[in-house]
């Protein structure tokens, strides 16, 4: 079993930056690969990002490359998302999960994740 929590959502102005934590406990992280979701008032969840269990390979939305980054430090059995460049339509409540599966088409779909954590507001103002 493997527990997830967010952390470093806020409120922002559009342009600005925002770092999104989520600490893992459970399981053997490495194993994971980790995805980064969100999900706006009104609207479906949506894939933003995701990262190999060994941090060799990262896989983005067009709606976010180039602005967002996601990191991990599997010593610290932690996932980052780097955002940058901000707009109002990127507020939503975002989400990390993990999951063992292991080809990265399969990354995109919140389905075949195992876990998730509670989530993390980020607004960003206009």
């Known amino acids: 079993q493997v527990q997830l929590v967010e952390s470093g959502g806020g409120l922002v102005q559009a342009g600005g930056s925002l770092r999104l934590s989520c600490a893992a406990s459970?399981?053997?992280?490495?194993?994971?690969?980790m995805g980064w979701f969100r999900q706006a008032p009104g609207k479906e969840r949506e894939f933003v990002a995701a990262i190999r269990g060994s941090g060799g390979s990262t896989y983005y939305a067009d709606s976010v490359k180039g602005r967002f980054t996601i990191s991990r430090d599997n010593a610290k059995n932690m996932v980052y998302l780097q955002m940058n460049s901000l707009k109002p339509e990127n507020t939503a409540v975002y989400y990390c999960?993990?999951?063992?599966?292991?080809?990265?088409?399969?990354?995109?779909?919140?389905?075949?994740?195992?876990?998730w954590g509670q989530g993390a507001q980020v607004t960003v103002s206009s």
């Open positions: 999960a993990a999951t063992l599966k292991e080809l990265a088409w399969l990354f995109r779909n919140g389905y075949n994740y195992d876990y």
């Open positions: 459970g399981g053997t992280f490495s194993s994971y690969a």
